[in-house]
């Protein structure tokens, strides 16, 4: 128990420290809701609501694609209070990598190389999204879309979710990381994320979408492919 506190604080200061506070975290009342949560000590849903994928089961906390082992996942859920829910995210199209999982998956990495080392998050983090990138611009159904429409809907729809994941959870953490160097390193990159984390929000449409990012980098669609 006394780690898993240890990591929820280790988290949330780098996030804070990384990005900006929460805006509800005022007197550290965030914090404690997920210590309580973590622990235990039940959970009072005291202006925070969790995501739905933000359950700290061990079935869940062992999802390979959200961190090597489970206390990699539980860094995860918990950058998801900083991108999906701190900061909320539009669901752009079809086929398009931008979710809120593009940037918590990249702020987990930076988090385990942190704490583990630059060889470690290489060899579980940027050389798994390779693969799974390489993989995926080979998938029959990628390069041939016009036979997913041909397939019955459950068919469809699994293949779907599962090209999706990869574009979510894989191709785009290497599109960040592309971004990441070709705006001149962590650093820079830090310093733009922390000014989108706490840009003035247009109430009408609060969600922090994909042309946004690519402006507040100065860069294109284009110099993002990995193609
Ligand atoms: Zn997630």
Known sequence: QANAVQAV???????????????????GG???????????????????????????TAQNLSDPEKGAVPGEVFIHELVHQWWGLGNMFDTAGAGSPWSAEGLTVYT???????????DYAQKHYVNQWRAEVE???????????????????AERLRIENDLAYVRWYSEMPLMLLK???????????????????????????PYLTYQEFLDACGLTEEDLSLA
């Open 9 to 27: 604080r280790q988290v949330v200061e780098y996030c804070t420290e990384h990005y900006g506070p929460l805006s509800f975290a005022s007197e």
């Open 30 to 56: 965030s914090l404690k809701l997920i210590q309580a949560r973590v622990t235990g000590g039940g959970y009072a849903a005291n202006g925070c609501s969790l995501l739905d994928e933000q359950d700290f």
């Open 135 to 153: 993989d995926y611009y080979l998938n029959f159904y990628i390069r041939h879309p016009e036979y997913l429409q041909k397939l019955p809907e």
């Open 179 to 205: 971004a990441e160097e070709l705006v001149g390193g962590e650093e820079a990159m830090d310093s733009i994320l922390h000014g989108l984390f706490n840009r003035e929000l247009d109430w009408s449409y």
């Open 108 to 118: 987990t990495y930076r988090i385990v190389k942190e704490l583990y080392g630059d």
